[in-house]
C-alpha cells in the first residue's frame, strides 16, 4: 500500500546534539512538507518542497535543515541551534492537482 | 474516534460577495479545531483555531468561524472575498486539549476561486 514512512516514531535527543528524522513516500508524489506540532498549537511548517533538489523554508525553519535529493524522500534534520526541539513532527506530501494531504504518523522528538 | 467532512470541493464567489466554505466534525471528546488555508505552491497558514473559549473565532484576513456543538459545525466566513483569498482551505479537528499532541484529521479540502 502506498504511503508515507516517518521513523523513528519516538526520539530522544542530548541537548547540544543534531537529530536527523526520517520521511519516505511511495506515492510518488511531488511536494512533500515537514510540520512541528505543539500542544494546542495545531501544524507549523518548517520547510517544504516542490521538486527534487529544491526547498524553500516555512514559517519557523530555524535551527532545521533539509534535503531532497530523491522525489521519495525528504529527511528533516533538527540542529543544535534549535532552541526548543522538543515537539511532535509530522512529514506530509501532496500531488499536484489532488486535494488533501498524506500524513506520515508523525515522530515524537524529546530534549532530554 | 474522529473525523472531519468539508461539504464542498469548490466554491466560487465573486470579489466583494461573501465566502462560506462548510465544515462538519464528528469527535468523541471536546475538539480543538482549526482552519488552514494554502496558497498555490506554498504551505499551510493556520487561519484561525477553537479551542474551548469563545465560539466565534476570528482570524487573519477578516475570517472567521463559529463553533456550533449542536449542530457539530465550523463553517469558515468572511464578509467580502478579495482576490488573493484564492486558495485551497481545510479544515483540521483534533481530540486533544491544549496540553497534549492529538491526532490531526484534516478535511480533504475546498478550492475557492475568486472571480474578478
Known amino acids: 500500500d502506498g504511503g508515507i514512512t516517518q521513523s523513528p516514531k519516538y526520539l530522544f535527543r542530548k541537548e547540544g546534539q543534531n537529530v536527523t528524522l526520517s520521511c519516505e513516500q511511495n506515492l510518488n508524489h511531488d511536494a512533500m512538507y515537514w510540520y512541528r506540532q505543539d500542544p494546542g498549537q495545531g501544524l507549523r511548517l518548517i520547510y517544504y518542497s516542490q521538486i527534487v533538489n529544491d526547498f524553500q523554508k516555512g514559517d519557523i525553519a530555524e535551527g532545521y535543515s533539509v534535503s531532497r535529493e530523491k522525489k521519495e524522500s525528504f529527511p528533516l534534520t533538527v540542529t543544535s541551534a534549535q532552541k526548543n526541539p522538543t515537539a511532535f513532527y509530522l512529514c506530509?506530501?501532496?500531488?499536484?492537482?489532488?486535494?488533501?494531504?498524506?500524513f506520515g504518523s508523525g515522530t515524537r522528538l524529546t530534549v532530554v | 474516534a474522529q473525523s472531519v467532512t468539508q461539504l464542498d470541493s469548490h466554491v466560487s464567489v465573486s470579489e466583494g460577495t461573501p465566502v462560506l466554505l462548510r465544515c462538519n466534525y464528528s469527535?468523541?471528546?471536546?475538539?480543538?479545531l482549526f482552519w488552514y488555508v494554502q496558497h498555490p505552491n506554498k504551505g499551510l497558514q493556520l487561519l484561525l483555531k477553537y479551542t474551548s473559549a469563545a465560539t466565534l473565532v476570528k482570524g487573519i484576513n477578516g475570517f472567521e468561524a463559529e463553533f456550533k456543538k449542536s449542530e457539530t459545525s465550523f463553517h469558515l466566513t468572511k464578509p467580502s472575498a478579495h482576490m488573493s483569498d484564492a486558495a485551497e482551505y481545510f479544515c483540521v479537528v483534533t481530540d486533544a486539549g491544549g496540553t497534549s499532541y492529538g491526532k490531526l484529521t484534516f478535511g480533504q479540502g475546498t478550492i475557492l476561486t475568486v472571480h474578478p
Open positions: 469527535s468523541s471528546y471536546s475538539p480543538s
Open positions: 506530509a506530501s501532496k500531488a499536484q492537482g489532488v486535494y488533501g494531504y498524506t
